[in-house]
Structure formats: structure tokens, C-alpha cells
């Protein structure tokens, strides 16, 4: 690919005459401030021991805490990141380093600490590099066991089964809505809610040829229906293949001649692809929700969701009285997805999620008055809200 000239802006100014004498070489003046590198390279020594030192301790410290728990191998679901501490790496962080890297280090540090207890079996709508694997990463960080399956399904069977120990899978899109199979399988099989992980998903073109000899893009239906509209306008001569996931995509583009793939840029990097463009979805806050799905009941913390299955009397104003219950007990509803009951009978299941735990003596309440008007009623679980992760 021939690399791109960017020319000056700047005005320029006829060179100065050289004075009498002078060779024909005029050295440049170095403008950076001269440093003493050996001293500096003695507190980066300094400093390297220290950071080995804490880190060490700070584990030690994890492990202590989870071992304190009455079941430490369970003690995994939670959110990896408390209030102090995200409030410390964002409002709290003086730079240079950005909220991401320090997300990141500390991700790892924790997800290092927590596999010196019990090794955590995590399955997730693979394949690797997916962005269901990337929220894998952020939830569980890259000690645990991360391994891919085919289909949302399998998610749900394989920790149903105890093969694994939580599954991870999206749960909603904030252009596209709901995503049916996760939905589904909440039906199916008594699983709960342990967690969530909101994310900005970002799509960029990747290839190995240049723009204008792309004749074929690929990726799911979800990434493709993001940016339909950047496709339309900038890409019109390309015909869109849906495929299962993301990371097929990549691997076609890898190489078939002439295929693009919509992906992530961790893809590119796997797949050895050039980001043709960048950040190519239609909505910029584009958001993706991941459930964590396992067995367990989560502790309160100070912001907290509940989620829950609702089936209600097929008949008029069924769903306007059990509703009632939310604006009576002055509980706001962040969420609510209706799905056609399965089987002969006529009728809706709703999914629904709200601000509290279910251990609040107002939410219990309100589960209460619920359960007294529902055909089928079911706590999917109670976890810490996550803020979004770009």
C-alpha cells in the first residue's frame, strides 16, 4: 500500500544566509531537555522492584479475602473492579496513563490473583476474538479458562451441565434491541444472572487489499445491520455476506482475494489484517450488554440491577396492574422485552430489569405484589451494574 504524504501546513521561510565561513552542513539545535539517563534508568530499576513488590502483596491480599469467603471457588462472579477502585482509575488517576491501561493492568493482577485460589471455567459465543470473547476478558481477565462454543445455546448448557463454571452472552444491542436466543434460553433452563458487561462495540473494514478492490464483506448479521448505512454510502460495490460470527469473517478476509471483513481492531491484530476504516458504525454510542450466567446469588452492593421473568394473565390490562407495582414502591425499570409464550397457549413472557437488589426490602415488596398477579415469576438474579467499557 503506498504510504500516505501529509504535507505542511506551516508557512515556510527562506533559509537564513549562512555566515562567511560556515561549511556546508549547519548542525540542528536539539530542542529536547537533556536528561541524565543512567540516573534515570536507576529509578525505573527502582521502581520496576517496588511495582513487583506491591503487586505480589496486593495478591496476597486477594487470595486472603477470597479464601476468607465460605465457598472461595464460587467467589468469582462478582464485578473485578469495586467503586473505590474505579472511581480511583478514572476521577482519581493524575496521567498519563489512560482509565483503559490501568483497567487493564489491574484486571490482569486481579484475574492472576483470584487463579492462585481456583482456576475459573468461563464459556462464552466464541470464536476467539469475537467481542463476546473480549467481554470475556473484561469480566474474567485472561487467567481464567476462556473457552469458545458455537451457539448461544451451548452457553447455557454447558454451565447447565456444570462443563463450565459461567457462561457469558449477549443480552441486548443498543441499535439492534434484544438478542432473541439469550432471551430464550432464560425460559429453557433455571439459570441466573451473576454479572454484566456493558461495552461500546466498535466496527472497523479490515483487509489485506486496498478499498477499491474489496468485492465481497463479511461478518454476522448483528455488525453488518450496525452499519449498514456507512456500508451503503462508502462501500456500494461490495456484496454483504453473513456468516456466525466476527472472527469467521476476519479469517475470510485473511484469505480469500478481494474479502473485507467488519470486525474489531483485537481481530485485525489476530488475523494479521489492515483497518481499511475505522469506527464504521452508524450509531456512536453503539453498546453492547453481556450477561454473566451462573448459579449464584450475588451479594448487595451499592448499585445494583435485578432481573426478572414475568408471565402475566393473558387478558386486557394484565400488564398495566402488574406494572403498578413498580410505580407504587418507586422503582425505576431500566429495561423491559416482551417474547411469545412457547406451546399452544396465547401469551407473552416479559423480561424485565430494575434499579435495586432483591435482598431491598422495597424490592421485596414489590416482588410480593407481583407474584400475586403473575401466571410465572421468576428472579433471574441481582448483580453491580456495569458502567460502559470503551
Known sequence: MAKKVVKSTRSEKPAAAKPSGAGSATPKKNNSAKINTAAVLTELQRLDKELVRLANRRAALTVKL?????????????????????ALITSGNPGPLDPPTLRGMFRELISGSRRLVNTVRVVYLGPPYSFTHLAAIEQFGSAATLIPVGSISAVFEEVNRNHADYGIAPIENSTDGRIVDTLDMFTRLPLKICGEVSMAIHHNLLARCPRNEISEIYSKPQALSQCREWLGRNMPQARLVEVTSTSTAAQLARDKPGAAAVASRQAAVQYDLQVIAENIEDNPSNLTRFAVIGDETTKPSANDKTALLLQIPHKPGALAEALAAFRKNNINLTWIESFPVRGPEAGYVFFLDFEGHAADPRIKKTLAELESKAVRLEVLGSYPRSLPID
Open 66 to 86: 477470597l479464601q476468607s469467603e465460605a465457598q472461595p471457588e464460587k467467589a468469582h462472579f462478582e464485578t473485578l473492579f469495586s467503586e473505590q477502585l474505579n
